[in-house]
T-cell receptor
Framework: EAGVAQSPRYKIIEKRQSVAFWCNPI?????LYWYQQILGQGPKLLIQ????????DSQLPKDRFSAERLKGVDSTLKIQPAKLEDSAVYLC???????????FGPGTRLTVT | GENVEQHPSTLSVQEGDSAVIKCTYS??????FPWYKQELGKRPQLIID?????GEKKDQRIAVTLNKTAKHFSLHITETQPEDSAVYFC???????????FGPGTRLSVLP
């Protein structure tokens, strides 16, 4: 089966600019996660969707980050405006349902200069 | 919210020896504990998980133990091989998938 797809793979922007990431989960997976992984740290959950509803967004910096999962399939994560500390790898993962194995995408490496 | 600590942060073992990584968590409501392996430049992959209704689970050279009273769980790798070298992350969450928190990771190096 095809894995989780993410694009772009790399992005370099200046601070205060905007950026968007796209994720296509494995077909049939109801749960979708966005993580931020700063170099040398564990992934930090930003937002979790169950179908097209938000389950957990407690660690999403809502003043600058937003995410949506229209129609319960693809998802986009946006940062506006970006700060230097947003430099990280943004990982998307999906699972059949909550508390089942999460399959991760290749990630998007964001560099904010 | 949940807080997951992981020790050690780095671990070096000789090929064939065993490796043990320990994690503690703070939220007594957590009851799902997966372990992920992340090789350099690659995505995390699940290697084993355990739920709170069992105390131990094994899969070939890998085992996980859980002590809910003490709120800690451990990953055990026996007969380590060079391909086991990676960063290992523990995580904890509440069944239902909320409050999913990863530990900071352990960099395991298996020396030939």
């Amino acid at each position: 089966e095809a894995g989780v797809a993410q694009s772009p793979r790399y992005k370099i922007i200046e601070k205060r600019q905007s950026v968007a990431f796209w994720c296509n989960p494995i077909s049939g997976h109801a749960t979708l996660y966005w993580y931020q992984q700063i170099l040398g740290q564990g992934p930090k959950l930003l937002i979790q969707f169950q179908n097209n509803g938000v389950v957990d967004d407690s660690q999403l910096p809502k003043d600058r980050f937003s995410a949506e999962r229209l129609k319960g399939v693809d998802s986009t994560l946006k940062i506006q405006p970006a700060k230097l500390e947003d430099s990280a790898v943004y990982l998307c993962a999906s699972s059949v349902h909550r508390d089942f194995e999460q399959y991760f995408g290749p990630g998007t490496r964001l560099t904010v200069t | 919210g949940e807080n997951v600590e992981q020790h050690p942060s780095t671990l070096s073992v000789q090929e064939g020896d065993s490796a043990v990584i320990k994690c503690t968590y703070s939220d007594s409501a957590s009851n799902y504990f997966p372990w992920y392996k992340q090789e350099l430049g690659k995505r995390p992959q699940l290697i084993i998980d355990i739920r709170s209704n069992v105390g131990e689970k094994k899969d070939q050279r890998i085992a996980v133990t859980l002590n809910k009273t003490a709120k800690h769980f451990s990953l055990h790798i026996t007969e380590t091989q060079p391909e086991d070298s990676a960063v290992y992350f523990c995580a904890a969450s509440i069944v239902g998938g909320q409050n999913f928190v990863f530990g900071p990771g352990t960099r395991l190096s298996v020396l030939p």
